[in-house]
């Protein structure tokens, strides 16, 4: 006689036959990784067809090529700052695979706090563009950076209220050795953010 | 000894009885009253409940599209008709094509997917039953954030939405904007439906069932995941920067500044090809199920099928620009798209064949479904030769825009997809509901929509040859156009009452008294109907272990699908290579090896599951607001009045977040 119960929980009685050691629901982020990978590729291929017509020779004449409007030392400052809270990110769930409750909730609050040190440089420097006179309506330049690097920068939003989210949890112990999954599958979206950013930080700023 | 006697010698499994024993012995114990009547049904997480709300309502936008086809039709009836203005009817092609595509051929698919792929794959509900639940959703309020243009101005630039004409420099009404909002919403669904199929299909099969044994409707719809999951971004965020250019000032698609119209013709059919296969894909899977229960045989060349599929898949993002030959991409990219869209033809005509062989010596029964079935095959081979001629770009230069394409998208689209889904409509309609669709009904059904079909689909293949535009209102009488143009609207006119037959069917098979529906009417192979017809809220009480690609078959084709019975050393059991290869048994020809991976499969798990609770995912209210928020939101950015748009902002962003919170919170209980 089967039982039948109910509960939120997953189906947690099904003996998986393939992907024996993946969870269902770290396999369901990196399927949602794969198509946010489609998303920003599109709006990266946006910024790529108007490149061209942002180095004009008119507007190279004018100083008012990206080379010379953005910040690019003050740029990599918050790239390095969302590149170290990765590793915060890694050492949060390495202390939470440990069931170290109190350096695990430490790390996530580090690692959304860099989140915001990051979003905060990125607020600056939005607001010094728009002093030089760059918007959203009036350049090629503006509309595609803003679009592209404001799209970027809603991901780390969302991450950090996942991050903080995680926190209370983290505190109560919730988070140990036998269950980590939640943390886990944050981080690979964190993770994805941060390397997005690498990506849009050299087709912008590099090269 | 055969494998059937075997395993009954081994005690591990009687296949004439998978039937009998996968029949729900059930104590309910521990349950909360789960909420009955409508409320039951929008807060239900069961995905057969929520594959039927799925059918249910694309089935009425396929009316409501159906109608506005026919009202075309009617216009286009004669030439120089004046039954309504050019304005009038760019509205009618814009939402016909979007809700024909959105709104129908893709969530219906989505439907069948939901309510089939656990049930063939033995499992209790999808991965993320919520989120199947948010999908649904989703895919209901983007339906009616878009059908709410019809009480200001409906969108009047096709499916396509090409800017900059839908720019709001020449559009400025709120139709696109809707256009807009459905694309997102109905996408998201589509998003998270997508992962969830992912999910469920890669981590959720039974014992013994590896991809060398799972049905090819599963297959099909794991692909179609695949390519939801890889192209519907690209329409996001087309779209997306679509709506910057309409309100928030930005050009990206503007060329007076700076912007790229063939941008967004890139993004779109980045999107728009895969998303054919995406329409087409998952009724090939139908039609894989239901030839070989009708032609009473296993599948003909089972690798070949799944394998094509997965080709056509990964050739169609190599193709989009064969939608914009005549945009002047030049000689090379031509060619090479040209080359791409010319290659997809060959795992298509695998397929065909294959099918072509299943039936091939079979003893076919000619019942609805089979006749659909064959009907797909049939027309879908028109369309696909058509596909094949508009591949080559000269030929495209000649056609591109004319109602030769008309012709092939309809071949494809309406005698592929749709007949594959009626195919699949009467092979499960006992499965889901516990009745029978009437035969004889389902036969006028059948004939009425092949002649229908044909009659409103094949003449426009010569009206584009004579030159005929598509999406034009009207035309002079002097064109030759006439006689074909009225045969057309003759024809749309008996599709129509094909379709109200139909409908004529499911209130005869409703009012019907129920008769006692056996578990296999069709005597079909698949796990699904290892189970009762309807199926009980946990799907099987005890999951059955699967040895071959036809598990209820067993007893006729033993080693269909690779080797019988692969038993592991860990189960107290004799490993396979202690018995003796079983001589009466018919190998077939280089299809065992794909299954060598499970040869560590336990066996026994269907039998120790008994009398070991499982869980059902709760019922739960949330998905639903989180949905109503968001179509809350759009409603803000869609309507002009300040006061509305302030009223549904706030609200909206209240429903979000109390559904998040109280989801999360549901889910941590």
Redesign the interface.
């Known amino acids: ?19 024996e050691s ?1 969870d ?2 770290k ?2 982020m990196w ?2 990784l ?6 920003f ?3 990266i ?2 910024y790529f ?2 490149r061209p ?1 942002m180095f004009s020779p008119a507007l190279e004449a004018a100083h008012l090529t990206p080379k010379t409007i953005l910040n690019i030392p003050f740029t990599g400052v918050l790239a390095f700052i969302l590149l170290c809270s990765s590793l915060t990110m890694v050492l949060a769930l390495n202390a939470m695979q440990q069931s170290r409750r109190r350096a695990g909730s430490f790390w996530l609050l580090a690692t959304a706090f860099l989140g915001m040190l990051f979003l905060g440089g990125q607020a600056i420097e939005f607001i010094e563009i728009a002093h030089e006179g760059i918007t ?2 009036n350049s ?1 330049f503006g ?2 950076f803003l ?1 592209l690097t404001g799209f970027h920068g809603t991901h780390v939003f969302v991450g950090i209220i996942w991050l903080l ?1 995680c926190i209370p ?1 983290a505190l109560r112990g919730g988070f140990h050795a036998g269950n980590y999954i939640g943390p886990e599958i944050c981080g690979l979206y964190w993770h994805f953010v941060d390397v997005v950013w690498v990506v849009i930080f050299t087709i912008i700023y590099l090269i | 000894m055969s494998t059937a006697e075997y395993r009954a010698q081994e005690g591990t499994i009687d296949p004439g009885r998978i039937a009998e024993r996968a029949r729900p012995q059930i104590v309910e114990r521990g349950l909360r009253a789960r909420p009955g009547g409508w409320l039951g049904w929008i807060t239900s997480t069961d995905h057969k409940k929520i594959g039927v709300m799925y059918l249910i309502a694309t089935f009425m936008f396929f009316v409501v599209g159906g109608v506005e086809a026919l009202m075309m039709r009617l216009q286009l009836g004669a030439a120089q008709n004046t039954i309504m203005d050019g304005q009038t009817y760019n509205a009618l092609v814009s939402l016909h094509g979007t809700t024909m595509v959105f709104l129908f051929v893709v969530p219906v698919l989505a439907g069948f997917g939901n309510y089939l792929v656990p049930l063939m794959i033995g499992a209790r509900d999808m991965a993320f039953p919520r989120l199947n639940a948010l999908s649904l959703w989703l895919f209901v309020f983007g339906g009616i954030v878009f059908y709410t243009s019809l009480f200001f101005t409906p969108p009047e630039a096709g499916w396509t939405s090409y800017a900059p004409l839908s720019d709001d420099a020449f559009l400025p009404t709120g139709g696109i904007d809707a256009w807009i909002f459905l694309v997102h919403l109905t996408g998201l669904s589509s998003l998270i439906g997508a992962i969830n199929f992912v999910a469920t299909i890669h981590n959720m099969r039974p014992k013994g069932m590896g991809f060398g044994r799972m049905p090819l409707f599963v297959w099909t719809i794991l692909i179609y995941a695949y390519l939801l999951i890889l192209a519907l971004p690209a329409i996001a965020a087309a779209v997306t920067m679509l709506l910057t250019d309409r309100h928030f000032g930005t050009g990206f698609f503007d060329p007076t500044a700076g912007g790229d119209p063939l941008l967004w013709q890139h993004l779109f059919w980045f999107f728009g090809h895969p998303e054919v296969y995406i329409l087409i894909l998952p009724a090939m899977g139908i039609v894989s199920e239901v030839l070989p229960v009708f032609s009473r045989k296993p599948i003909f060349g089972y690798s070949f099928i799944a394998y094509s599929g997965v080709a056509i898949g990964f050739l169609s993002f190599t193709v989009w620009a064969h939608h914009m030959f005549a945009t002047g991409l030049g000689d090379f990219a031509n060619g090479a798209f040209a080359t791409g869209s010319f290659l997809i033809g060959v795992p298509t005509g695998v397929k065909i064949f294959n099918w072509i062989g299943t039936m091939w010596g079979g003893s076919l029964r000619f019942k609805t479904a089979m006749l659909f079935a064959v009907g797909f095959i049939a027309m879908f081979i028109i369309g696909g030769i058509s596909g094949v001629s508009l591949a080559s770009p000269p030929v495209d230069f000649q056609q591109t825009d004319t109602y030769y394409v008309v012709a092939h998208i309809h071949y494809v689209l309406f005698g592929g997809a749709i007949m594959g889904m009626f195919a699949g409509m009467y092979y499960w309609w006992p499965k889901m509901f516990g009745r029978f669709l009437d035969e004889g009904l389902g036969k006028v059904h059948f004939w009425l929509t092949m002649v229908g079909f044909n009659l409103a689909f094949f003449p426009m293949h010569w009206l584009g040859t004579e030159g005929m535009p598509r999406r034009i209102y009207t035309y002079f009488p002097d064109m030759g156009w006439n006689f074909w143009n009225m045969m057309s609207s003759v024809g749309a006119y008996i599709l129509g009452i094909s379709v109200m037959v139909l409908v004529g069917n499911m209130i005869y098979a409703y009012r019907r008294p129920r008769e006692e529906m056996p578990d296999n009417p069709w005597d079909a192979a698949t796990l699904e109907w290892a189970t009762t017809s309807p199926p009980p809220a946990h799907n099987f009480d005890a999951v059955p272990v699967v040895y071959s690609r036809y598990p209820l078959w067993e007893d006729r084709h033993p080693v269909e699908g690779g080797q019988p019975a692969v038993i592991a050393a860990a189960a107290p059991h004799t490993s396979i290579d202690e018995r003796s290869h079983p001589a009466d048994t018919q190998v077939a020809v280089g299809e065992g090896e794909s299954n060598a991976h499970l040869a560590t499969v336990e066996a026994d798990h269907g039998e120790h599951e008994a009398g070991h609770a499982f869980h059902l995912p709760a019922p739960t209210i949330f998905p639903m607001i989180l949905a109503f928020g968001l179509l809350l939101i759009a409603f803000a950015l869609l309507f002009s009045p300040p006061i509305l748009k302030v009223t549904f902002l706030i609200t909206g962003v209240i429903y979000f977040v109390v559904a998040i919170y109280g989801w999360v919170k549901q889910i941590s209980e």
């Open positions: 006689m089967a039982v039948v119960t109910q509960s939120a929980d997953a189906l947690t009685d099904r003996a998986p036959t393939g992907l993946l269902v629901r396999l369901g399927a949602f794969g198509s946010e990978c489609v998303f590729g599109s709006l291929s946006m067809v108007n017509l959203l309506q090629v509309q595609s679009l989210s949890r």
